[in-house]
């Protein structure tokens, strides 16, 4: 079993759709939880920080399960440049490593 | 600006030769990585250094080297021992006092010619 698992996808949805992304990871001790972004072969770049209250910046929202193990992105009013791969990644904090997903890929159409 | 420098963006290489990626950073972050991505995969850890003169073997170490003379600097090896070395390799930094995750490099995208 993988320690961070994502749907592949690809999401192809219409420019103004609400979108989410699910994710589910495997170490129940996991502190930190992110969602990045990569671009068609580019670097990763981080796109918000998941807390365990739930948290909103712009049009994405995320939200961490901690009982269920799942992390999940929300994009409302998707936008053309919101194509993309989305990479779910944990921090186990005690060995200070990230363990990313395999990345959804997200195609908004016009 | 502080950043993460990778060079060179691409880098071709002969069956049989050794090559090196360059990784720089001026953010004064501890930890320093090296990873992995084969098209339409996520990303391997290959190695990783938390320290100056201390680094460790990732999940797929085997046919690469790294060295970590400085704070600044984690260069990756790719040796004649890596049998499918084609690939996007990503460099990333992180300050481990704050554990913001990481900072990512550009990239370097190797191809065996």
């Known amino acids: 079993r993988k320690e961070v698992e994502q749907d592949p996808g690809p999401f192809n949805v219409p420019e103004g759709a609400t979108v989410a992304f699910n994710c589910t990871y495997s170490?129940?001790?996991?502190?930190?939880f992110f969602w990045y972004r990569q671009d068609c072969r580019k670097e990763p770049k981080l796109l918000m920080s998941?807390?365990?209250s739930g948290n909103e910046d712009g049009r994405f929202t995320a939200q961490l399960n901690r009982a269920s193990q799942y992390i999940s992105l929300l994009i409302r009013d998707s936008k053309l440049s919101d194509s993309a791969t989305y990479l779910c990644?944990?921090?186990?904090?005690?060995?200070?490593?990230?363990?990313f997903g395999g990345g959804t890929r997200l195609m908004v159409k016009p | 600006d502080g950043g993460i420098t990778q060079s060179p963006k691409y880098l071709f290489r002969k069956e049989g030769q050794n090559v090196t990626l360059s990784c720089e950073q001026n953010?004064?972050?501890?930890?320093m990585y090296w990873y992995r991505q084969d098209p339409g995969q996520g990303l391997r850890l290959i190695y990783y250094s938390q320290i100056v003169n201390d680094f460790q073997k990732g999940d797929i170490a085997e046919g690469y080297s790294v060295s970590r003379e400085k704070k600044e600097s984690f260069p990756l090896t790719v040796t004649s021992a890596q049998k499918n070395p084609t690939a996007f390799y990503l460099c990333?930094?992180?300050?481990?006092?704050?554990?913001?995750?990481?900072?990512f490099g550009s990239g370097t995208r190797l191809t065996v010619v």
């Open positions: 990333a930094s992180e300050d481990q006092i704050t554990i913001y995750g990481y900072t």
């Open positions: 990644v944990v921090n186990d904090n005690a060995g200070n490593m990230l363990t």
């Open positions: 953010l004064n972050h501890d930890a």
């Open positions: 998941v807390y365990s």
């Open positions: 170490n129940s001790a996991s502190q930190s």
